[in-house]
C-alpha cells in the first residue's frame, strides 16, 4: 500500500435514509460473518435486501452475494480465514490496529463493552466487542446513534481495512465501501491517522488480554463470531 496515494472512497451518489444506512450496516454484519450454512441459506433474503438499497452503496453488496453464489463452501471458508485471521492488516477487531494484543487493547475494548451495556445488552465471552460486524449489527438493531458513533470514531481503522481488502483484490472490498459510505468523509487528519497506523503496524507484544474479561450474558441475536 503506498501511503502517499491514499485512495479517498467513493462517496455514495444519492443521499441515504437512516433506514438506508441501518440496512446496510445489517447487510454488511451478516456478510463479515463467517460464510457458515447459516448464511449461505440467506441469499435468497439478502438479495432481497440489498436491491432495496440506493445505487452509491448497492453495487459492491450485490457483488459479494454474487460471490457467495459462485464459490463452493471449501473455498468460501479458506477465503474468509485467509483474508481476516492470518493478515494483520484485515483483521475485523478494531482495536487491533493500533493495540495488538497488548495489555493496553483491554481499556480500548472497555470502550465497546460499555457502550453496549448502555444500551441494555452485553456480550459473552465468545468474541470481543470491537470485532466489526457486531458493532454493525449493534449499530443496526439496537443502538443506532451509538453504533454510529463507536463507528465514527474507528473511520482510520475501517478505511485502512478498506484500503486493505482493495489492495488484495478481495471480494470484500466492497462490503467496507457499503460501510464506509454511510459514515463522515475521511478528515486530513484521518488519512494522517491512516498513514500511520498503516506505517506502524499492530504492536508485536504478546501478552494477552487478562485485564479485560467479558460479562456472562449473550449479545441478543447475536452468534459468536469466529
Do not use: C
Not at 493495540?99 to 483491554?106: A, E, Q, S
Not at 453496549?116 to 439496537?142: C, I, K, M, N, W
Not at 463522515?184 to 506505517?199: F, G, K, Q, S, Y
Amino acid at each position: 500500500m503506498s501511503l502517499l496515494k491514499l485512495r479517498r472512497r467513493p462517496e455514495p451518489t444519492v443521499a441515504m435514509s437512516e433506514r438506508d444506512r441501518q440496512l446496510v450496516w445489517r447487510l454488511a454484519a451478516l456478510l463479515l460473518d463467517y460464510p457458515g450454512e447459516q448464511l449461505l441459506a440467506m441469499l435468497d433474503e439478502l438479495d432481497s435486501a440489498i436491491s432495496e438499497l440506493p445505487d452509491g452503496v448497492r453495487p459492491g453488496l450485490a457483488d459479494f452475494l454474487t460471490h457467495l453464489r459462485n464459490t463452493g463452501d471449501i473455498v468460501l471458508a479458506q477465503q474468509y480465514v485467509e483474508t481476516f485471521d492470518m493478515r494483520r492488516r484485515a483483521s475485523l477487531h478494531l482495536t487491533f490496529y493500533a493495540y495488538g494484543d497488548t495489555r493496553k487493547r483491554g481499556m480500548a475494548l472497555l470502550r465497546f463493552k460499555h457502550a453496549y451495556r448502555q444500551a441494555g445488552v452485553e456480550l459473552d465471552d465468545s468474541e470481543l466487542p470491537d470485532h466489526l460486524a457486531v458493532l454493525l449489527e449493534f449499530a443496526a438493531t439496537v443502538d443506532p446513534i451509538g453504533g454510529e458513533r463507536l463507528l465514527g470514531e474507528h473511520v482510520p481503522v475501517l478505511e485502512l481495512l478498506r484500503l486493505s481488502l482493495s489492495d488484495n483484490a478481495s471480494p470484500y472490498a466492497g462490503i467496507l465501501t457499503a460501510v464506509t459510505a454511510t459514515l463522515p468523509p475521511v478528515t486530513t487528519a484521518d488519512r494522517r491517522r491512516i498513514a500511520e497506523l498503516a506505517a506502524q503496524g499492530p504492536p508485536e507484544e504478546e501478552v494477552g488480554l487478562e485485564p479485560f474479561s467479558m460479562d456472562p450474558m449473550m449479545f441478543t441475536g447475536l452468534e459468536g463470531r469466529r
